[in-house]
């Protein structure tokens, strides 16, 4: 129950997130990204997929699940 309360979660993060992008954008300073909008698409196509968002859930997983070394 837990984890299925973690996942939902993070999704809602996530989609919240994406919902506020633009806004979040706007506090990366100009000199720290030359081309934000080139970095922006790169982000909205690869994190905000439900396969990256898959991927990083069952990585979390499988690192609460090992043993920390």
């Not at 299925?4 to 300073?29: A, G, H, M, R, V």
């Amino acid at each position: 129950m837990f984890i299925s309360e973690l996942k939902d979660n993070f999704y809602l993060c996530t989609l919240k997130c994406q919902q506020n992008f633009d806004e979040i954008l706007n506090y990366i300073p100009p000199d720290w990204v030359p081309d934000l909008k080139k970095v922006a698409d790169k982000i909205k196509n690869q994190v905000f997929s439900k396969k990256w968002e898959d991927e990083v859930f069952d990585t979390f997983l499988d690192y609460i699940n090992s043993p920390f070394k």
